[in-house]
């Protein structure tokens, strides 16, 4: 059973910035493509970044490109968010996601993804 476990959340004015980790675990984290999404109250979840199981063929929202970051570490199951120059609007609960067996490509389809953490709270103040 795949379990993800988000960490990294909290609260930062903006401007700042915050890195998040998504720790994967029931499941051989380098065969499988993996993603970030993120709700804010009342809207649908939506995509933020993809990669692919080598850590390439990386996709962001628009919303995002150019402040964040996706990255992983196949040796440690681990993938990584960093956020800077963050927005109110980047306020959100973040889920990260691990695509379906046996895709290893990255995908911005969240219907590509079975497996999801709970999701950490990022909240930027003005």
């Known amino acids: 059973q795949v379990q993800l476990v988000e960490s990294g959340g909290g609260l930062v004015q903006a401007g700042g910035s915050l890195r998040l980790s998504c720790a994967a675990s029931g499941r051989a984290f380098s065969l499988y493509g993996m993603g970030w999404f993120r709700q804010a109250p009342g809207k649908e979840r939506e995509f933020i970044a993809t990669l692919d199981r080598s850590g390439g063929n990386i996709f962001y929202a628009d919303s995002v490109k150019g402040r964040f970051t996706v990255s992983r570490d196949n040796a440690e199951s681990t993938m990584y968010l960093q956020m800077n120059s963050l927005k109110p609007e980047d306020t959100a609960v973040y889920f990260c996601?691990?695509?379906?067996?046996?895709?290893?490509?990255?995908?911005?389809?969240?219907?590509?993804?079975?497996?999801w953490g709970q999701g950490t709270q990022v909240t930027v103040s003005s």
């Open positions: 996601a691990m695509r379906r067996p046996v895709f290893g490509s990255s995908s911005r389809i969240r219907g590509d993804y079975d497996s």
